[in-house]
């Protein structure tokens, strides 16, 4: 069965640096569309970024400060999160989304999903 796990949260003070890394199992990874998602507490999940083959996609909010990666060969995709905010505090969440459509920010679109990993960033 597919299988998203997440890794790389943790504690960071505003102004720092942590890299989120995805590791995909149990399906054809290069043909998938990757995203990641967060949920601030007490809020609703939101969108991040996203990566296809071709093309990437951000939230206004992280554009500029965040960048998307994935490795095909290692089954990964990272998140390279960059000038951390405390409004940056989220659960982070990577999903996967089925080869055929366009790359997505809509939540329900993605078919799988990691159990997320916590970012906390201090002021």
């Known amino acids: 069965q597919v299988q998203l796990v997440e890794s790389g949260g943790g504690l960071v003070q505003a102004g720092g640096s942590l890299r989120l890394s995805c590791a995909a199992s149990?399906?054809?990874?290069?043909?998938?569309?990757m995203g990641w998602f967060r949920q601030p507490p007490g809020k609703e999940r939101e969108f991040v970024a996203a990566?296809?083959?071709?093309?990437?996609t951000y939230a206004d909010a992280v554009k500029a400060r965040f960048t998307i990666n994935r490795d095909n060969a290692k089954n990964t995709v990272s998140l390279q999160m960059n000038s951390l905010k405390p409004e940056d505090t989220a659960v982070y969440f990577c999903?996967?989304?089925?080869?055929?459509?366009?790359?997505?920010?809509?939540?329900?679109?993605?078919?799988?999903w990691g159990q997320g990993t916590q970012v906390t960033v201090s002021s």
């Open positions: 999903a996967a989304d089925s080869p055929g459509w366009p790359l997505t920010r809509v939540a329900t679109d993605y078919d799988y």
């Open positions: 149990g399906l054809t990874f290069k043909f998938y569309a």
């Open positions: 990566i296809s083959s071709r093309n990437t």
